[in-house]
């Protein structure tokens, strides 16, 4: 079992035991041009981001599995990769799988996340299109975009 932050399509989902809502930094939570679900983009270590707000899921690794086909993981649609992610609220099992693991030490957990890969991206800095970071994050924070700067995506 491990953990999982989502921000898009699979949150309110039933893929896991709900451990509680977090906040994602280092990154930019956008619509790409289909406006159909969003993707997030990561801009560490050259820019903060926008605080994206995820939920927490344990799963398990066939989750995983599963969740990497359906996010498109091995045609670089998305990149699962471990980030750190800020816990700002917890369920009740949340509250159980932390006291299981030593207590409420730390605020910060690490949890799999699928980021933009580089077909939902488009694009990446050192391209012939961006040969640096500070205009690849302004067109990621632009509106061809569509960043949502509340970094939560239908407010869910």
């Known amino acids: 079992m491990t953990l999982l932050a989502v921000y898009g399509t699979l949150k309110n989902s039933n893929i896991g035991q709900s451990i509680g809502v977090g906040v994602l930094k280092g990154g930019v939570l956008v619509l790409p041009e289909h406006n159909m679900f969003p993707a997030w983009v990561d801009l560490a270590p050259y820019d903060d981001g926008i605080d994206t707000v995820v939920e927490l899921f344990e799963v398990t690794n066939d989750t995983l599995e599963s969740l990497d086909n359906y996010e498109g993981v091995h045609h670089d649609f998305y990149i699962r990769t471990m980030k750190p992610v800020e816990i700002t609220e917890l369920s009740e099992h ?47 924070k632009s509106e061809v975009w569509k960043c949502l700067t509340t970094g939560n995506w239908k407010g869910s």
């Open 94 to 140: 949340g509250v159980r799988y932390m006291e299981l693991r030593g207590g409420y030490v730390s605020r910060v957990v690490s949890a799999y996340v699928y980021k933009a890969g580089r077909v939902v991206r488009g694009t990446d800095i050192g391209s012939e299109k961006f040969k640096n970071p500070e205009e690849y994050i302004k067109y990621m």
